[in-house]
């Protein structure tokens, strides 16, 4: 018999912290755009945010919000784990890796 314990695998874990600085020090007009990461909406204080969420491969929440991205109307973009779906040519081309940090990247507008 094994026991494994999700509390403490991520009782050193240093990602939320790492979250929460980063965009705690964002100001609020910053417009940030969320890719498939949910999760990480509630460390931003800032209200002016887009998101595109793949529930399951047929069931995208917030979907056609992606010229947003190929606009470069969001000062920010926030990436983690995406599928094949987010691998459009031109997509990021308004964009500069910012910083990475555990499984995310974060892009600027140029």
């Given at each position: 018999m094994s026991f494994h314990s999700y509390v403490a695998d991520n009782y050193s874990?240093?990602?939320d912290e790492a979250l929460q600085n980063y965009f705690g020090s964002l100001p609020d007009s910053t417009k940030i755009f969320f890719l498939n990461t949910p999760e990480i909406v509630p460390f931003f204080h800032g209200n002016d945010y887009y998101q595109e969420v793949?529930?399951?491969?047929?069931s995208v929440w917030g979907e056609g919000s992606l010229p947003i991205i190929?606009?470069?109307?969001a000062d920010l973009v926030v990436i983690g784990d995406h599928p094949a779906?987010?691998?459009?040519?031109g997509l990021f081309d308004k964009y500069v890796k910012a910083t990475s940090f555990a499984k995310y990247?974060?892009?600027?507008?140029?």
């Open positions: 874990n240093q990602k793949m529930i399951f491969d047929n190929t606009n470069g109307d779906k987010y691998d459009i040519p990247t974060i892009l600027q507008r140029r």
